[in-house]
């Protein structure tokens, strides 16, 4: 009998869902006959998955199919000047030109440039597009090592948390999203879990089914705060205190356990004598909740099994981000919740993924570039600076006199001369956007952009090259919200002539002339690579020992060694044994930042930029400028049907009563929100989602904006205390009705 697959005219594909999220969705893709994708859907084998789709990519083929995405190479129309083109007639600024046009052109450019000004005057801008293996950073870094392009610390989304965390732990592991549904009490601490990270809400429903409590602590009424049992909408940036306030009245109650933080930390004496100063009345005047609240908490929270904190990375983009995550993080090991199953933290499992990436990336090409060492760096998260920065444009001239390296923001290189985006749309997610528009702009700046649709960043570029979604190419994944290796498998061919990263840095390479032979790695080759497969057929990476590219075409997602049972097995991180810090303890005190001249203590302090800074009399309100529910950071805001799921809140400034009526506005009210870094205009939604003093809106294109500009306009260049990540949480503002 023949299974009714082999006369069926569909194929079901397992591929990866690649954005930016921590769920990392194993994701059934149905191709027909004709090879076009008909249906998406979440696989139900996949343990976090769980058989279904966030509601973005529930509706993902009108992505893929969507009739304005770009399919062919563009080049910028001889005198059309870069800037904002009107919505929707975008093409009429280029010209179609052929990939192998582009790509000698683009070539050339690269090559002039690099002759001008040295090769580090050019900019690779990348960030998540895609977090798949391959595409997030593989054959791309190759190219721009070898050129020797200016290395990109990709610091816009979570390098305060991350960097913080590890000064901690060591290690980015946390509670395997499985184990939530163990949990007796969850905190969701800056964490949107409704919205930004679904597939661990199950898990939450089904610990509060067995009685465990919920917990928010975010300044804005999310979907997760409206459903829990206590929401503690904190001031923004005060983190960090609230957590000292708790570890005060643990220590105070004699809460800790003593047992766990004998065996496994460092720094405890330390500790515990600077929370002494965070009593919860003075916490209290910080974070606006009462001294009771501050013990009730610490209580909850001490005396709870087990007790598991979802940590996400709201909390650190703010400036002392890094400290307020350290401070957080403590909170476990200070009363030994790592030891049950369904205790402990989670900020990322990222750091159990033990990919190859020396191999995939090969910074060593560096010393073949006309440099001869890895290139300068520039932080990601100060692009509009560094766009228009003159500052060291001497440098290139080869006087010598180059400023110490770190000291400015080109890193004591040459001014940017030319800008290569992909899995990136800076002229919507930057900070300071006014800057980052002024540094696009300039005419002897040249840009190319690897992209699916015209955007915010695209009406700057001078070519357009047409990329491809997950389901057009293949990729292998890890995820920083589960511990299963996948393999995306290509589902469909490319529709028009788009091309994935991979390839088109592979051609790139080849018209300038690079003969290293790891430019023609196939896709195969790369995935085995960054498996770190041995001769046996098996990988040497830990926790992926066992994981083949074969046994994952057959399966599609396998879970890391230690994770193999998820039923049954105990994987409990940082319970017992040796930590990877330098002391080999949990660090509640810090030698690595103490010899960097840093506070090896989580000691508060408020953010410049905050109720409390010199700048509040003008701008007196805190702007939480916050992802959308409906898109992906910038991504999918350009499709109707994602639109309408969000129009509740588009365009729109959230606004505590007391704010608005202070400044005669109404519901409905056009308005204008402004600080010395830019203005938009929103339309005000006066409700009970932000405290009073908070204002909220959320990223969209700056496209969508009647005046052309989002809420990066008001956001800043500064960085955090930790990591230097964006602070777009920590940003003051002034509202007037228009
Ligand atoms: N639907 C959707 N899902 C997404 C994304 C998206 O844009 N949309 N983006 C993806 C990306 S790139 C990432 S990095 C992850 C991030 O996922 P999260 O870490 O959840 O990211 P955020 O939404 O930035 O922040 C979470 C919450 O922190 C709150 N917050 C802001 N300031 C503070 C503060 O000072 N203290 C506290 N306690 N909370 C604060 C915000 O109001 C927000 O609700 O989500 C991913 N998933
Ligand atoms: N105000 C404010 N700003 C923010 C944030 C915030 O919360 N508030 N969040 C910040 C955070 S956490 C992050 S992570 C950043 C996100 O910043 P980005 O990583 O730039 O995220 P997206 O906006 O999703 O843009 C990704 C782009 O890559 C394209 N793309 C997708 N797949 C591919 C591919 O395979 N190849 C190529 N070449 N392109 C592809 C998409 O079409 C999309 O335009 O934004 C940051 N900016
Ligand atoms: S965006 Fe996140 S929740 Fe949605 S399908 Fe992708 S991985 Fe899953
Ligand atoms: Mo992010």
């Known amino acids: ?81 870069k800037g904002p083109l009107e919505r929707g007639r975008e093409h009429e600024a280029f010209e179609r030109v052929s990939w192998e046009q582009a790509l000698s052109e683009i070539a050339a ?38 050129l020797g392009g200016s290395q990109l610390d990709r610091t816009i989304c979570s390098e305060a948390g991350g960097v913080a965390w590890n000064l901690v732990y060591g290690k980015k592991l946390g509670t395997p999203t499985e184990d939530f549904r163990l949990a007796k009490l969850i905190i969701a601490w800056g964490a949107n879990i409704h919205g930004n990270n679904i597939h661990l809400w199950p898990m939450v429903e089904q610990a509060r089914r067995n009685g465990a409590r919920l917990i928010v602590i975010d300044p804005y009424k999310t979907r997760t705060a409206a459903l829990a049992d206590w929401h503690i909408a904190i001031r923004p940036g005060t983190d960090g205190a609230l957590a000292l306030g708790m570890m005060h009245v643990i220590l105070r109650d004699g809460l800790e356990d003593r047992a766990y933080i004998d065996e496994m930390t460092h720094g405890f004496d330390k500790l515990a004598e600077l929370v002494r100063d965070y009593t919860p009345e003075r916490v209290a005047a910080w974070t606006g909740m009462t001294a009771a609240e501050v013990a009730e908490l610490a209580r909850e929270y001490a005396t709870t099994r087990p ?54 990336e090969r910074l060593d090409l560096a010393l073949d570039s006309p440099l001869g060492r890895p290139a300068r760096v520039i932080n990601m998260s100060t692009l509009g600076q560094a766009l228009t920065a003159k500052a060291a444009e001497f440098s290139h001239q080869g006087s010598g006199e180059r400023p110490p390296a770190g000291s400015d923001v080109l890193d004591g290189g040459p001014a940017v001369h030319a800008l290569f985006v992909y899995n990136s749309n800076p002229g919507a997610v930057a900070p300071n956007q006014n800057a980052v528009r002024q540094g696009m702009g300039r005419d002897d700046l040249f840009t190319v952009v690897h992209e699916l649709f015209f955007n915010d960043t695209t009406d700057y570029a001078d070519y357009i090259l047409p990329a491809t979604t997950f389901l057009e190419h293949t990729d292998i994944h890890g995820a920083y919200g589960h511990y299963f290796v996948q393999l995306s498998n290509k589902a469909i061919e490319p529709p028009g002539e788009a091309r994935s990263n991979v390839w088109l840095f592979g051609q790139l390479a080849q018209y300038m002339g690079f003969s290293e032979a790891c430019f023609r790695d196939t896709e195969e080759q790369l995935i085995r690579q960054a498996l770190a497969v041995g001769l046996d057929g098996n990988s040497t ?25 998820p039923e ?97 506005i109404a519901d409905g009210d056009a ?61 003051l503002v002034e509202v007037k009705k228009l």
Not at 46 to 75: E, I, M, S, W
Request: aromatic share 8%; proline share 6%; hydrophobic share 40%.
């Open 568 to 664: 049954t097995d105990n994987f409990l991180p940082f319970a017992s044994g040796t930590v990877p810090t330098p002391s080999g303890k949990v660090e509640f005190y810090s030698a690595t930042l103490a010899a960097r001249g840093m506070d090896p203590l989580p000691t508060f302090f408020a953010p410049t930029e905050s109720r409390w800074g010199k700048d509040a009399e003008r701008f007196p309100l805190e702007f939480l400028s916050r992802k959308a529910d409906n898109y992906m950071n910038s991504t999918f805001a350009n499709l109707e049907g994602h639109r309408k799921m969000e129009a509740r809140t588009s365009q729109r400034l959230e606004m505590h009563p007391a704010d608005a009526e202070m400044r005669g």
């Open 109 to 146: 450019r690269l090559q002039q440039v690099s002759d001008q000004y040295g090769p580090e005057s050019i900019l690779p801008y990348s960030y998540a597009g895609t977090i798949g293996v391959l595409g997030y950073g593989s054959m791309d870094r190759r190219f721009f090592h070898r």
């Open 671 to 731: 308005v204008q929100i402004w600080n010395d870094r830019g203005s938009i205009k929103l339309t005000a939604l006066v409700n009970g989602s932000v405290p009073a003093g908070v204002v909220a809106a959320r990223l969209d294109w700056a496209k969508f904006n009647s005046e052309g500009s989002n809420v990066n306009a008001l956001t800043s260049e500064r960085l955090t205390d930790i990591g230097a990540g964006a602070t777009f949480y920590s940003a």
């Open 541 to 565: 990476n830990a926790g992926m020992e066992h994981i083949t590219l074969e046994d994952l075409k057959e399966q599609g997602h396998i879970p890391l060694s230690f994770h193999r049972a």
């Open 307 to 360: 007790a598991a904190i979802r940590l996400n990375y709201g909390v650190q983009r703010s400036e002392n981000g890094g400290t307020a995550v350290r401070a957080v993080a403590m909170l476990p090991a200070l009363t030994g919740a790592w030891k049950n199953r369904g205790g402990g933290a989670q900020l990322s499992t990222s750091g159990a993924f033990a990919w190859n990436r020396r191999e995939l």
């Open 1 to 81: 009998m023949a299974p009714a697959a082999e006369t069926s005219p569909f194929r079901v594909v397992h591929t990866v869902c690649s954005h930016d999220c921590p769920d990392s969705c194993a994701v059934l893709v149905t191709v027909n006959a004709e090879g076009r994708a008909v249906k998406v859907a979440g696989d139900p084998t996949q343990p976090v998955t769980q058989g279904f789709l966030c509601a973005k990519v529930a509706k993902y083929l009108d992505r893929v199919y969507a009739p304005n995405r770009v399919l062919y190479p563009l080049k910028r129309k001889t005198g059309v000047a």
